[in-house]
């Protein structure tokens, strides 16, 4: 009879403890990936802190010499989204190569530096562009999916502001500021605001997008 409750509980617990292990995020991370950056906040509302992993791939066909004789891993990145749970975690959703490498030419500037924030209970995809700007996705989490609300965008002339966007995709709705004084020096700008109505039969879905560099945000 002992060796039969032993033996119960040795089975309970390398069944929870297997379980318990798979749901650490890194557990989440495919072969052929490697843990890029980590970030913590909550996505579904429900007080847990949720993460998302940006992961990269590891591809040894994609480190390559680029036109400076240096030696760059041209691998893309992807992301995970997880939901905390009492167990552990939970996925949430994946998209694995929808981020260019970070060591992308940026021609005669540097290519636009990827940042990923939560704020709000929603999921935000940004690019930093230096003295040129910068764009940003804004995704919340409803029916069932990370679907895109929001994209914002301001277009820089170093400290000068010419033009700022703002698209609201769940009202259909999108503002644009354009910069009217020509003298401006960087903060001193006038704009001037037109809204319009754009035109989308369904949100855009983070599993669904194959490349973020390619999305065509001037067509709304």
Known sequence: MNRTLKSLALLLLIVFGCNAQQSEPANFIPTGFVLYEKFFGDLNKDGLEDC???IKQTDT????IDRFDKLVDRNRRGIIVLFKNESGYQLADQNHDCFSSENEDGGVYYAPQLG??????????HYEHGRYGYWKYTFRYQNANFEMIGYDASSNYGPIVNTETSINFSTKKKLVKQNTNEDAEGGDEVFEETWSKIEIASLLKLSEIKDFDSLEMYKY
Do not use: D, G, M
Request: aromatic share 6%.
């Open 61 to 64: 066909t994609n480190i390559v």
């Open 52 to 54: 998302v992993l940006l």
């Open 116 to 125: 990923i924030e939560i704020k709000n209970n929603k999921l935000y995809i």
